[in-house]
C-alpha cells in the first residue's frame, strides 16, 4: 500500500506537443482515484508517466516513500490493467497469472495460494485452464485483472479496461471493480473518457483538458459544485444546460428569459448553467415562470427529457416528471428549482 503523489509533472513529446502541463496531484493511500476527460486531454499520458512507460519532461513522482520518477518500470511495484488485456495467448489463464510471480521468484506453494485465492475473488477457478482464444472478453478482462491482483502491487493502475466489453458486462465489471477495491484498498488510478464510469467508480475523480488539471475532488462535489464551464458540460448526464445572461445587482437576466440570483461580486456578461433535472413544470404560485415551446419529448417512463425551445431561439433540456411533461408543439411553463443553478464569470470560473 503507498500513496502516489505528482510534483510538477508535465510532458512535452518532441515535435512541441504538451501534453500534461506542469501538474501537482496527490492520490492517497487506498485510495481509487479516477483520470477522467474527453480524447487527447493528457490522462493516458499522465498514467504512463506513473508507470515508468514515458519519461516526464519534468517533475517528480512518489509512491510511497520513494521517488521513482526514474525508476524502471518493473521496480516501481505497480500493476497496470489495459483495454486490451495483453494477456499472453499461447498461455493458460493460470500461466498468464503465474508469469510475473514466476519472474519475481515466488515460491510454488505461494503462487500457487495466491494464484487460487485471486480466482475465487473473481470467480474464474473454471477458467484456470483456458487460453484467451477460448474466452469471452469479459473472461479475458478478469483474467487480465487477476494477473494484476496477484502481483499484490503498491498500486494498481488501469487504462479504460472496459472499454471493449459490452454495455451489460461493463456495468457488471464495474461493480465488480468496486467491490474487488473494497476488499482489497490498493491505491489505484483509473483512466476513462467516460464521466459516468468515473462518478461511479471514484473515491475522487481527476478532469482534465488539454493537458491541465481542471478539478479534482470527489464525484459529488465536481457535480454539486463544477469549478468552471468545462467542467459543468462535462460531467453529469444529460449535460448542464449553459444559458448567457447579464448580471446586475445580485439579479441576472438570462437570454433565454429566466431571471435568477447571483453573487453580488458579479457583472456584465456571465453564464448560468441549470442541470435538466433541475427544471419543473411551474405551479400556480411559482414566480419568475417562462412559457417556452416543448420541440421533442422523450419518455424515460417515470421521467421525461423535453427539449425546450425559448422565444429567443435559446434550447434547453429538461428532465420532468412524465406526468407533467408538456406535449410536443405546445408551451408550457417552466421553472428552475430554488437555487439549484451555477454562476460563471466572464472567464467561465465558477462564482459562489
Ligand atoms: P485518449 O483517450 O484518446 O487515449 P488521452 O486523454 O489519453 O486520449 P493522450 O493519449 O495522453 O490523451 O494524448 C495527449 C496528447 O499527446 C494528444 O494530443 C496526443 O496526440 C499526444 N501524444 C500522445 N503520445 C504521443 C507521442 N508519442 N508523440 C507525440 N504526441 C503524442
Given at each position: 500500500?503507498?500513496?502516489?503523489?505528482?510534483?510538477?509533472?508535465?510532458?512535452?513529446?518532441?515535435?512541441?506537443?504538451?501534453?500534461?502541463?506542469?501538474?501537482?496531484?496527490?492520490?492517497?493511500?487506498?485510495?481509487?482515484?479516477?483520470?477522467?476527460?474527453?480524447?487527447?486531454?493528457?490522462?493516458?499520458?499522465?498514467?504512463r508517466m506513473i508507470a515508468g512507460l514515458e519519461e516526464p519532461s519534468g517533475g517528480t513522482?512518489?509512491?510511497?516513500?520513494?521517488?521513482?520518477?526514474?525508476?524502471?518500470?518493473?521496480?516501481?511495484?505497480?500493476?497496470m490493467v489495459f483495454q486490451n488485456y495483453a494477456l499472453y495467448p499461447h498461455k493458460s489463464a493460470k500461466e498468464n497469472m503465474a508469469f510475473a510471480l514466476r519472474l519475481r521468484k515466488i515460491p510454488k506453494a505461494e503462487r500457487e495460494r495466491r494464484i487460487a485465492e485471486t480466482a475465487k475473488m473473481l470467480g474464474i477457478e473454471e477458467l484456470m485452464n483456458r487460453k484467451p482464444g477460448a474466452m469471452s472478453g469479459g473472461q479475458q478482462q478478469r483474467v487480465a485483472l487477476g494477473r494484476a491482483i496477484v502481483r499484490d502491487p503498491a498500486c494498481f493502475l488501469f487504462d479504460e479496461p472496459?472499454?471493449?466489453?459490452?454495455?451489460?458486462?461493463?456495468?457488471?465489471?464495474?461493480?465488480?471493480?468496486?467491490?474487488?477495491?473494497?476488499?482489497?484498498?490498493?491505491?489505484?488510478?483509473?483512466?476513462?473518457?467516460?464521466?459516468?464510469e468515473a462518478m461511479t467508480l471514484g473515491d475522487r475523480v481527476a478532469v482534465m483538458k488539454d493537458g491541465v488539471?481542471?478539478?479534482?475532488?470527489?464525484?459529488?462535489?465536481?457535480?454539486?459544485?463544477?469549478?468552471?464551464?468545462?467542467?459543468?458540460?462535462?460531467i453529469g448526464t444529460p449535460a448542464m444546460?449553459?444559458?448567457?445572461?447579464?448580471?446586475?445587482?445580485?439579479?441576472?437576466?438570462?437570454?433565454?428569459?429566466?431571471q435568477v440570483s447571483v453573487p453580488n461580486s458579479l457583472s456584465g456578461p456571465i453564464t448560468v448553467g441549470v442541470r435538466p433535472q433541475h427544471f419543473?413544470?411551474?405551479?400556480?404560485?411559482?414566480?419568475?415562470?417562462?412559457?417556452?415551446t416543448a420541440r421533442l419529448v422523450e419518455p424515460l417512463g417515470d421521467?421525461?427529457?423535453?427539449?425546450?425551445?425559448?422565444?429567443?431561439?435559446?434550447?434547453?433540456?429538461?428532465?420532468?416528471?412524465?406526468?407533467?411533461?408538456?406535449v410536443e408543439g405546445k408551451a408550457c411553463s417552466i421553472v428552475i428549482d430554488r437555487d439549484r443553478h451555477h454562476c460563471f464569470d466572464?472567464?467561465?470560473?465558477?462564482?459562489q
Open positions: 500500500m503507498a500513496e502516489v503523489r505528482l510534483r510538477s509533472i508535465e510532458k512535452e513529446f518532441s515535435g512541441g506537443v504538451h501534453a500534461v502541463k506542469p501538474c501537482d496531484l496527490d492520490i492517497n493511500d487506498g485510495e481509487f482515484l479516477v483520470l477522467v476527460g474527453p480524447s487527447g486531454c493528457g490522462k493516458s499520458t499522465l498514467l513522482i512518489n509512491i510511497g516513500s520513494r521517488d521513482v520518477t526514474h525508476v524502471d518500470p518493473a521496480d516501481r511495484d505497480i500493476a472496459l472499454s471493449n466489453l459490452d454495455a451489460k458486462m461493463r456495468n457488471h465489471t464495474r461493480s465488480e471493480l468496486r467491490r474487488l477495491h473494497k476488499e482489497l484498498q490498493t491505491t489505484s488510478v483509473y483512466v476513462t473518457h467516460d464521466q459516468e488539471m481542471q478539478q479534482v475532488g470527489t464525484p459529488l462535489q465536481v457535480y454539486r459544485a463544477p469549478a468552471n464551464l468545462f467542467v459543468a458540460g462535462f444546460n449553459l444559458m448567457p445572461g447579464e448580471a446586475n445587482n445580485g439579479r441576472a437576466s438570462l437570454a433565454s428569459g429566466f419543473r413544470v411551474a405551479t400556480d404560485n411559482d414566480q419568475g415562470a417562462v412559457e417556452l421521467l421525461a427529457d423535453v427539449h425546450l425551445e425559448a422565444a429567443d431561439g435559446t434550447t434547453l433540456l429538461a428532465r420532468l416528471d412524465a406526468e407533467w411533461a408538456p466572464r472567464a467561465g470560473q465558477r462564482v
